[in-house]
């Protein structure tokens, strides 16, 4: 009930997008934060103070009112100051590796985890591992223990939880 | 004079460490108790000679001894004397003077701290520590010459960086990191001395658990701090840019932050050795590799010392301590097989095997980002920068991901839990994600990302929220009293968990505070005649006039700026230009005037970028920064829970307990190691 | 991880010192990762970190620019200097460099001026009235001092800082760009390889 609430309503914000078209400052703004200032160690040309990202910002607006886009100013600024203007990895080639680490890193870890834990089941159900510890502990939607009410189970779970979580 | 004391205790230093190395190593190889008790105590005087060469370095400094050319190139007769201690660790030679004196300072700490009762590990990791100091004092004695002499004395010295001598909170953020940086060498040392000996049950971890712990802490205040420089310094009204020098201080912090989860996997299971061992490792790794970034010239940044020779040092060291880590673990995998496995992915053990493949991915994500443009360079010959837009949109989606496992792991069971169980206690948290984001849609919010993650920062608050008050709920059933006593009484009994659950909300807290400051800042570049006004988020701010004020250090521009709220005036900013003799560009000062619940956290924050005819005009940058605050609200209350997790037990009356470290011998005592924890 | 026994109280045993084959292979891939890292670092280091790109410029037609000479007030446009080599100088009365640069441009031009090499320079965020102060001190202000407001022209040319020369051949292409203080052999260099492209 509340998922479904919660999902209705990204769903809504998504299929109503944003509101409203970008006002001037917000467009030069979107664009100069993924320039480099050239002349800083690490800011965007949104963020950065300095001279030269004041006139950049200012270039960038004229332009805006040119009716250049947005990938024509980052082509222009690349032919003038290289690809090293832009503060992305490209999306192509060895771009892609830096944009997909995430993902890679996180397929990578959940493939080993997975795998490590489905041999150790396999291993302890096959009685390898020596130690049957399935046996100490009921979880609380076990079927072997219908004897018990709802409430007797929940009571169960608690002071075992609480055991555990109480170190 | 200084320049003879300070290199000869160096130089002696070295030679101290050397020999503490040794004799550790080869003290507990022959089990010669005589020899590690030397080892033990040469603690004292490395630390005592390091101590001087740093003490030697500051009374010059304030003596104004500028045959010295450290002193010359980093301090002035005018710079004030708050700015002149400073001064010590604003550059690169100083700095490893106090990162030698922090690392010396844990090495005597560990010392004292086991000077009775000594794990089997213990040699080996004093000598691992020795290991470490030894290279830190070799760069200094070999590489960076801080001690070094100018043939002819200037009159005045340069005086600081103006950038670093800004800010009074110069003060605090570089010894906190520091201190969390250098703080992972203890963890690591026993990590290492695990390996050596073969003694690699979850010992290490006990013995080494609230040194981490302690270390963890300052690296996270550390961070806050930094970020609350660099707003309150820079100007640019904000406070990450995704710099190099703030990912290798961040990269640390991930990995420690998922040892520190993992580690409890292992204490309670027996389980993740070899990713445990790994994650101290690389740890330890990173901050070795972030001080090769940051002094070695390799990336550029804002924080990059001046061109040293250190460079290829540090890549040896790091090559050194690498190899060994990764090698040793590698050559003991076999010994390193898990006691149990996972019965459950839906258990504690489960969340905690995904929020640590969560923090690896994000850390590998953060490393790939720093390192992108030298392997591009390498591979492509091109040069290419990584920035913000990269890193936003790279680490946002895993953040969110940990987010939602941070809400769910501390409800559920060791070992066993199971969905129905689980969708039971998350009744509440569901439904407060749920109206959070069904409240923001019906207000017309219209960010996704926003709404996603104020929702979800809901429910993992809620969920932490309850999980806190069912605590104080069973304390109050089961000992009675005000609920007060209840909630000191439930996390006096549980310091471990209560302080997580506390480090919990001060993440949500952050996250909040990002998202919020992030999706709602707005900025404003303005010029403006003195008395004229510009309306700015909700304001009108009006022009009224710049004034000079000279200070010996310094001269100071201030422009002031009235904030007009209906008609009437609610409040004063105040950025200024600073000029220093030594630097031809000026440093601006920005001006903030802080939220306050009645204007929703709004800060207001201007900075002057030029005044031009003697302040008949002024150019400002003005940003509306909402909620931003709670960003450094959520740090402390993180930092707050470290504390509580760290907090010694009281111990009950001697002979009742034995200490952890009596626990050398091969039986890990479970519950008295869970009373210590 | 790889042996599925339980390991009983592995800390009694003495540790097994046999570096079998196998072992020696997992440490060994364990390594590899390391070392690439420090390969790719190693590779950092001979590097400067803080240079900006510039082989984007060389070889691309030169932009043309319409700008006023302060001296004389009447406008500028570097197509009208086609079919002869230009050097176009990035300057600002405030930075020290430049003041360090001028006499070797001097002297470039007392040499090369008359030999149809033209000279230009370009303000880069000064004022008219700086660089009037700049050339009433003695200075030698001869050739075209161009007022580039905003500017663009100096983005136009990817200019980051000051002193910057760029060296344009006859056929009004970049040929090359000189980053900080350009001394009078570079000049010289420069000027003699344009007018060998053009023979």
């Known amino acids: ?167 | 004079m200084a320049s003879v004391i300070g290199t000869f205790a160096l130089f002696l230093a070295l030679a101290v460490a050397a020999y503490g190395a040794v004799a550790s190593f080869v003290g507990a190889r022959s089990r010669n108790a005589l020899m590690v008790e030397s080892a033990r105590t040469t603690a004292w005087s490395l630390t005592a000679l390091v101590l001087i060469a740093n003490v030697t370095m500051l009374v010059a400094i304030l003596a104004n001894d500028f045959s010295l050319r450290y002193v010359a190139e980093n301090s002035s007769r005018e710079t004030p004397t708050f700015f002149k201690v400073l001064a010590l660790w604003s550059a690169d030679q100083g700095s490893l003077l106090l990162w030698n004196l922090v690392l010396s300072g844990y090495l005597l700490a560990v010392a004292i701290r086991f000077r009775r009762r000594r794990p089997e590990t213990f040699p080996w990791a004093l000598g691992v520590m020795y290991v470490v100091s030894a290279f830190y004092l070799l760069l200094v004695t070999v590489a960076t010459h801080p001690f070094g002499t100018l043939a002819r004395a200037p009159r005045d010295g340069r005086g600081p960086l103006p950038l670093l001598q800004n800010h009074p909170l110069m003060a605090a953020h570089p010894p906190m990191l520091y201190l969390g940086f250098i703080g992972m060498t203890v963890p690591f040392a026993f990590g290492m001395a695990a390996l050596f000996t073969g003694r690699l049950s979850d010992q290490w971890i006990r013995i080494t658990r609230r040194w981490t712990m302690f270390a963890w802490v300052c690296l996270t205040a550390g961070l806050f701090l930094g970020s609350l420089w660099s707003y309150s310094v820079l100007g640019w009204g904000g406070y990450w840019a995704w710099d190099p020098v703030e990912n290798i201080a961040l990269l640390p912090w991930l990995a420690s932050t998922a040892f520190l989860h993992s580690v409890m996997v292992q204490e309670r299971r027996g389980m993740l050795k070899v990713w445990n061992l790994s994650l101290i490792v690389a740890t330890f790794g990173l901050t070795v590799f972030g001080t090769f970034l940051t002094r070695g010239s390799i990336l550029s940044s804002v924080h990059s010392f001046a061109q040293s020779a250190v460079g290829p040092m540090y890549l040896a060291f790091l090559l050194i301590v690498l190899c060994a880590g990764f090698g040793l673990i590698a050559a003991r995998s076999k010994q390193l097989a898990g006691e149990s496995h996972i019965d459950r992915l839906v258990s504690r053990e489960g969340v905690f095997l995904g929020n640590n493949i969560l923090l690896a991915a994000l850390t590998f994500t953060v490393l790939i980002g720093t390192v992108f443009p030298l392997l591009n360079e390498a591979l492509t010959g091109t040069k290419v920068s990584v920035g913000g837009p990269y890193f936003d949109r790279t680490a946002a989606p895993v953040m969110l991901l940990l987010l939602f496992l941070m809400g769910i792991g501390p409800l559920l069971p060791w070992r066993v839990g199971s969905a129905r169980y689980l969708l039971q206690r998350l009744k509440w948290p569901v439904w407060a994600g749920a109206l959070t984001i069904a409240g923001m849609v019906v207000t017309g919010v219209r960010h996704w990302a926003a709404v996603a993650a104020f929702g979800l920062a809901a429910f993992v608050g809620v969920a932490t929220i309850v999980e806190m008050a069912r605590g104080v709920r069973a304390q109050r059933r089961a000992f009675g009293g005000g609920v007060a006593r209840s909630a000191f009484g439930a996390v006096s009994r549980n310091r471990r968990l209560y302080g997580g659950l506390v480090a919990h909300l001060g993440l949500v807290i952050v996250i909040v505070a990002i998202t919020w400051s992030s999706t709602y800042a707005s900025q404003k570049e303005v010029t403006l005649a003195r008395g004229a006004s510009t309306s700015f988020a909700g304001y009108e701010l009006k022009y009224t006039g710049a004034a000079v004020r000279p200070e010996p250090q310094r001269t100071v521009f201030v422009a002031t700026l009235q904030i007009i709220k209906d008609g009437r005036t609610v409040g004063v900013l105040i950025p200024s230009l600073n000029f220093y003799p030594s630097s031809q560009d000026p440093i601006g000062t920005p001006s903030i005037s802080k939220g306050t619940p009645f204007n929703g956290f709004h800060d207001l924050y201007a900075s002057l970028q030029t005044l031009a005819k003697k302040g008949t005009s002024a150019t400002f940058r003005m940003f509306s920064n909402p909620g931003v605050m709670w960003l450094w609200v959520g740090g402390a209350v993180i930092v707050l829970g470290g504390i509580i997790a760290l907090w010694p037990v009281r111990r009950r009356p001697p002979g009742a307990v034995p200490d952890v470290a009596t626990t050398a011998s091969e039986e890990p005592d479970r519950v008295e190691a869970e009373v210590t924890a | 991880m790889t042996d599925a026994q339980p390991e009983p109280r592995q800390e009694s045993q003495p540790v097994p010192q046999r570096w079998t084959d196998r072992r020696w292979r997992v440490v060994v891939i364990s390594l590899v990762p390391v070392l690439l890292l420090a390969a790719l670092l190693g590779f950092g280091l001979g590097r400067n970190p803080r240079a900006t790109p510039q082989a984007q410029l060389i070889g691309k037609p030169a932009p043309d620019f319409a700008l006023k000479d302060m001296h004389t007030g009447k406008t500028v446009h570097l197509s009208d200097f086609r079919g002869h080599p230009v050097v176009l100088n990035f300057w600002a009365s405030w930075c020290v460099d430049c003041s360090v640069e001028h006499p070797n441009l001097v002297g470039a031009w007392q040499r090369f001026g008359n030999e149809g090499t033209v000279f230009l320079s370009v303000l880069y965020q000064d004022t008219p009235a700086g660089a009037a102060g700049f050339c009433s001190k003695g200075v030698v202000c001869e050739w075209p001092d161009l007022y580039d407001p905003g500017g663009r022209t100096a983005l136009n040319y990817g200019v980051t800082g000051v002193p910057e020369t760029v060296f344009i051949t006859p056929d009004g292409r970049i040929a090359a760009k000189q980053i900080s203080v350009a001394s009078y052999p570079l000049i010289e260099r420069r000027i003699h390889q344009m007018a060998g492209e053009r023979a």
């Open chain 1, 1 to 167: 009930m509340a998922v479904g609430i919660a999902v209705a309503a990204l769903v809504a914000v998504a299929a109503r997008g944003s509101a409203g078209p970008p006002t001037l400052q917000e467009r030069v703004h979107d664009i100069a934060e993924g320039l480099r200032c050239p002349v800083c160690q690490n800011l965007s040309v949104a963020d950065s103070p300095s001279r030269l990202a004041q006139q950049m910002r200012a270039d960038i607006a004229l332009r805006l009112r040119q009716g250049q886009t947005g990938q024509q100013i980052d082509a222009f600024f690349t032919a003038k100051y290289g690809r090293w203007i832009l503060l992305s990895p490209a999306a192509g080639g060895i771009g892609l590796f830096a944009w997909f680490a995430p993902v890679l890193a996180v397929a990578a870890g959940a493939g080993l985890a997975w795998t490590i834990v489905r041999r150790k089941r396999r291993l302890a159900v096959a009685g390898v591992d020596g130690v049957d510890e399935m046996d100490d502990v009921a979880p609380v939607d076990d079927a072997d223990s219908p004897k018990l009410t709802d409430s007797e189970r929940r009571e169960i779970q608690r002071e075992i939880d609480r055991l555990d979580t109480d170190e």
